[in-house]
């Protein structure tokens, strides 16, 4: 066979096995991904999931897709991220309370009466404290993604008005599994009990507790209004959600993927922002619109002044206590 034929044949072999090599490359590596969410199908973390799906699928030429499972379809947020750290699950919305007991530098994130307002609190996370404290994740078996708002959470109940501490006293009030939150309740006077979110609306119609604390849209999508009609707008943490992915999913990534997931992400809180603000605006009306009493005048002081064993212990860790000045200092 002539040198150039033989040639000629040689580079047409390695062009077929080049095209077959990065045909099975791409089909090895696009995969479908698996996203938990306790949230109702039409709540904005949901929608920011959804929408971070469809720019994951366009920026990847269709090789990648999301699949966002809501209303605990997975399981209860404390159930789905021992699954997402295990790899079972890819990626996870969740609150920080929770998650802080697994990533200890978010539980300053849910510090009561630490942010003077939601404005503060979200130039904190869009700097470089926020990403300082998404990176911390990756040493606990996470890859943080971006943060998601939650607004502000306040204690309402079914039993009296609270205006001051006295009225706490005596009061089962749910909060998250978390013994940071619990510990708050508790300094507070009140009587916490840690339950799943998906059974604080069975608890409150049954009685077996008499409150919750939670944001407007939480406490309005869940009818929990229905059977708590004394909302106390403390707002006594502003604790964002954040959302998280496992690490056996983030290892099958390419580097560039990566990039694809995370811009994604970013992108998706700030669509997640425009929702939330215009949900929570139309949750405070419907409650005020069926006559559930919103108590604003009270005095905050002894609230936040009964949090001081919580700071006190928190500034043992000398990390931590300059965490909370760093982000005190944040204008």
Same mark, same amino acid.
């Given at each position: 066979?002539?040198?150039?034929? &033989? %040639? +000629? ?7 077929? !096995? *080049? @095209?077959?090599? #990065?045909? /099975?490359? =791409? ?57 997402? &750290? %295990? +790899? ?7 609150? !920080? *309370? @929770?998650?802080? #007991?697994? /990533?200890? =530098? ?68 749910? !909060? ?156």
């Amino acid at each position: 066979m002539p040198v150039y034929r &033989r %040639a +000629g044949l040689s580079r047409t072999i390695t062009l077929v !096995v *080049a @095209l077959l090599c #990065t045909a /099975v490359s =791409a089909s090895a590596f696009a995969r479908e991904f698996r996203a938990a969410d306790t949230q109702s199908e039409d709540y904005p973390t949901v929608q920011a999931l959804r929408y971070m799906g469809r720019l994951v699928a366009e920026r990847s030429g269709g090789r990648h897709q999301m699949q966002v499972f809501h209303s605990r379809q997975l399981g209860e947020e404390k159930e789905t991220l021992e699954q997402t &750290r %295990a +790899g079972a699950i890819d990626l996870n919305r969740t609150n !920080v *309370a @929770l998650i802080g #007991t697994m /990533v200890p =530098a978010v539980n300053v994130l849910a510090m009561p009466f630490l942010f003077r307002s939601v404005e503060h609190l979200q130039k904190v996370l869009d700097g470089p404290i926020g990403n300082e404290i998404l990176a911390s994740f990756e040493a606990h078996g996470f890859v943080g993604l971006a943060f998601y708002d939650s607004g502000a959470r306040s204690i309402y109940n079914s039993v009296r008005p609270v205006r001051s501490l006295d009225d706490l006293k005596g009061l089962r009030v749910r !909060v998250q599994q978390s013994e940071q939150m619990s510990a708050m309740m508790r300094a507070l006077g009140a009587e916490p009990v840690e339950l799943p979110y998906g059974q604080v609306l069975t608890g409150l119609a049954n009685r077996l507790i008499d409150g919750a604390e939670n944001n407007w849209p939480s406490f309005v999508t869940t009818d929990h209004y229905k059977y708590a009609g004394y909302y106390t707008l403390t707002e006594h943490t502003v604790s964002p959600e954040v959302l998280v992915m496992s690490q056996k999913a983030w290892a099958s990534l390419s580097p560039e993927d990566r990039k694809i997931f995370r811009e994604a992400a970013q992108r998706s809180s700030v669509y997640m922002r425009e929702k939330w603000k215009d949900l929570e605006d139309r949750s405070r009306k419907q409650a005020e619109d069926v006559g559930v009493k919103i108590v604003t005048a009270f005095d905050r002081k002894p609230f936040e002044a009964a949090m001081a064993g919580i700071y006190a212990r928190a500034g043992r860790e000398p990390d931590i206590a300059a965490l909370i000045e760093r982000i005190r200092k944040v204008e």
